[in-house]
């Protein structure tokens, strides 16, 4: 700029001065993007994962790798009984409050009863006294979960609103996760990666190509969109890129639609990576361009029963391959795509939004 705007003054400027002082601007700018070395010197914060299990492995590797994590808790059969997950977050929270965070959640058991809603603001409100920093509704709520009728439950019922309305009210923020990814209701072949492919041809039940008595997808992002429209000052959590996972332009059309809203990736970076594959810089100004309204996540989950040595590595690697697609240039081929893929190189300040700043402003805010 100086160079433009005084022109007069730098061609008088003896051209030795005008080289130290390039040299000095050099050494005193940051370079614009991190590299793979800096991955362990960078605060970091995980906004979606899963401690089921009261063992150090999880929190010691975060600390590891200078990782917050956010522990979300969710009524999910496959987990833990919500109390002994709630036990879990409750021991964490109070052994290393600056690293460990979690969400609660509420049960639908008793939807549509007396006082059912009353309930579950007061479990809420009991769990953020204890350190709860945001509420999760989980995929239950429209694909599983029906009311006294035997008809599905969408996000957007009304019996539902007492809940929204009051944490709008408090402040707290709502991880929702509604659906599951686009390719869940294409055939084995039209999807986009081996993961997807691979987990729905093992359980046919939950493929819901197979199902069409089941909403489609698109009727339940409806369903989804209503709910954040209806309740504009909900701190509103998209979780998995919102179900979104699929497009960048349906990502932005939802971001800009719903100013109260941010999402974040977890379990959903392999879907952006293929995007990236055929577009990358279409996805890198995404990032860019939403750097206030994207947060970093990963679904790890450490169960009970499972190898903690071996999750620890399982966690390391994950958190260094997203920094590496994230914040550097480095190509690696990632095996779900079959393809090679070559990071995004974001600036450091988006960086830091994504993996940091963003997550402190939206759960930590109110504190």
């Excluded at 009728?149 to 539902?160: K, N, R, V, Y």
């Excluded at 970076?269 to 206030?292: A, E």
């Excluded at 920094?323 to 974001?346: F, N, P, Q, S």
Aim: aromatic share 12%; hydrophobic share 45%; proline share 5%.
């Amino acid at each position: 700029m100086i160079f433009n705007t005084r022109w007069s003054v730098v061609r008088a400027t003896p051209f030795a001065v005008l080289a130290g002082l390039a040299l000095s601007a050099c050494a005193t700018t940051p370079p614009a993007g991190y590299t793979a070395s800096d991955f362990a010197s960078v605060r970091k914060i995980d906004s979606h994962v899963h401690v089921n299990l009261q063992d150090d492995a999880f929190v010691d590797q975060a600390a590891a790798d200078n990782f917050e994590i956010l522990s979300i808790n969710v009524d999910y059969p496959a987990f833990p009984s919500l109390a002994d997950q709630q036990q879990v977050a409750h021991h964490y929270a109070a052994a290393d409050p600056q690293r460990f965070h979690f969400a609660t959640t509420f049960s639908m058991q008793g939807f549509g009863q007396a006082g059912w809603a009353e309930r579950a603001n007061a479990a809420i409100d009991a769990e953020v006294a204890r350190g709860a920093v945001a509420v999760k509704v989980w995929k239950n709520v429209g694909m599983v979960e029906r009311d006294a009728s035997g008809q599905l439950i969408f996000i957007d019922d009304a019996g539902l609103n007492p809940i929204f309305s009051h944490l709008a009210a408090t402040g707290v923020p709502l991880i929702a996760h509604q659906g599951e990814p686009y390719n869940c209701w294409l055939p084995l072949d039209q999807m986009t990666t081996d993961n997807d492919r691979a987990y729905f041809s093992a359980h046919p039940e939950y493929h819901m190509y197979l199902h069409p008595e089941m909403p489609r997808y698109e009727y339940l992002m409806a369903r989804r969109d209503t709910m954040v429209s209806r309740n504009p000052t909900l701190k509103f959590v998209g979780a998995h890129m919102a179900s979104l996972e699929w497009s960048v332009d349906e990502m932005s059309k939802f971001l800009d639609a719903h100013p109260n809203a941010v999402i974040e990736t977890a379990a959903r970076m392999t879907q952006i990576q293929y995007q990236s594959v055929r577009d990358r810089r279409k996805v890198r100004d995404f990032f860019i361009k939403y750097q206030d309204r994207i947060l970093y996540g990963t679904d790890l989950t450490l169960n009970p029963g499972e190898d903690v040595a071996a999750f620890r590595q399982s966690a390391h690697e994950v958190w260094t391959n997203d920094w590496a697609y994230l914040a550097t240039d480095a190509m690696r081929h990632v095996d779900d795509i079959d393809a090679d893929v070559t990071g995004l190189a974001l600036p450091r300040s988006v960086i830091d939004k994504i993996y940091y700043a963003n997550a402190q402003r939206e759960f930590f805010s109110r504190r």
